[in-house]
Antibody
Framework: QVQLVESGGGVVQPGRSLRLSCAAS????????MHWVRQAPGKGLEWVAV????????YYTDSVKGRFTISRDNSKNTLYLQTNSLRTEDTAVYYC?????????????WGQGTLVIVSS | QSALTQPASVSGSPGQSITISCTGT?????????VSWYQQHPGKAPKLMIF???NRPSGVSHRFSGSKSANTASLTISGLQAEDEADYYC????????????FGGGTKLTVL
């Protein structure tokens, strides 16, 4: 069965960096686009970024452009989110999610999330 | 990148039907049939309930249905059950200079 397992979250000071990972199994990872979606405590879902199946296309929400980088290693079935220059407003649970059909058909599988807390 | 607009809360009694609206703009919902709906129970990951406006993934109950008119999408849940109590989010594909996804603010469904 499809499994997505995020890791790498934690408590970090403003301005610092974290690399989030998402280990995928149960499907052919290299044939699917992948997303990061975040949810601040008590708030709604916010789309963060997407990467195409081969890593050639990447798109970001405006608030993270220039600070976050989405990437993938298909040989390791792993998705990444490098988060730099973190701000308190980046505090959230970060979910990785599989793209059902490039950006148009929603996310059919989600991980359990990893919590990032940005605080001094 | 403005969020889609959803009511903060809706409620209904078991067996009744409810509808959650999701209002966007001509840049997202009105222009594309790429609206998805998610259900999220407290402390859990979201679950895809509807994609491409009205399609149900395998395993999702037929009690859940989606539709769209102009710039507003709707999720209807018929025969409400206690386990339907959750937060519901709509999302849409959109494009400005580059494509992206936009979510609604979420709707808390209470089953009375």
């Amino acid at each position: 069965q499809v499994q997505l397992v995020e890791s790498g979250g934690g408590v970090v000071q403003p301005g610092r960096s974290l690399r989030l990972s998402c280990a995928a199994s149960g499907f052919t990872f290299s044939t699917y686009g992948m997303h990061w979606v975040r949810q601040a405590p008590g708030k709604g879902l916010e789309w963060v970024a997407v990467i195409s199946y081969d890593g050639s296309d990447k798109y970001y929400t405006d608030s993270v452009k220039g600070r976050f980088t989405i990437s993938r290693d298909n040989s390791k079935n792993t998705l990444y989110l490098q988060t730099n220059s973190l701000r308190t407003e980046d505090t959230a649970v970060y979910y990785c999610a599989r793209d059902q059909q490039w950006l148009v058909s929603g996310n059919d599988h989600w991980g359990q999330g990893t919590l990032v807390i940005v605080s001094s | 990148q403005s969020a889609l607009t959803q009511p903060a809360s809706v409620s209904g009694s078991p067996g009744q039907s409810i509808t959650i609206s999701c209002t966007g703009t001509s840049s997202d919902i009105e222009d594309y049939n790429y609206v998805s709906w998610y259900q999220q129970h407290p402390g859990k990951a979201p679950k895809l309930m509807i994609f491409e406006v009205s399609n149900r993934p395998s395993g999702v109950s037929h009690r859940f249905s989606g539709s769209k008119s102009a710039n507003t999408a709707s999720l209807t849940i018929s025969g409400l059950q206690a386990e339907d109590e959750a937060d519901y989010y709509c999302s849409s594909y959109t494009i400005n200079t580059t494509p992206y996804v936009v979510f609604g603010g979420g709707t808390k469904l209470t089953v009375l």
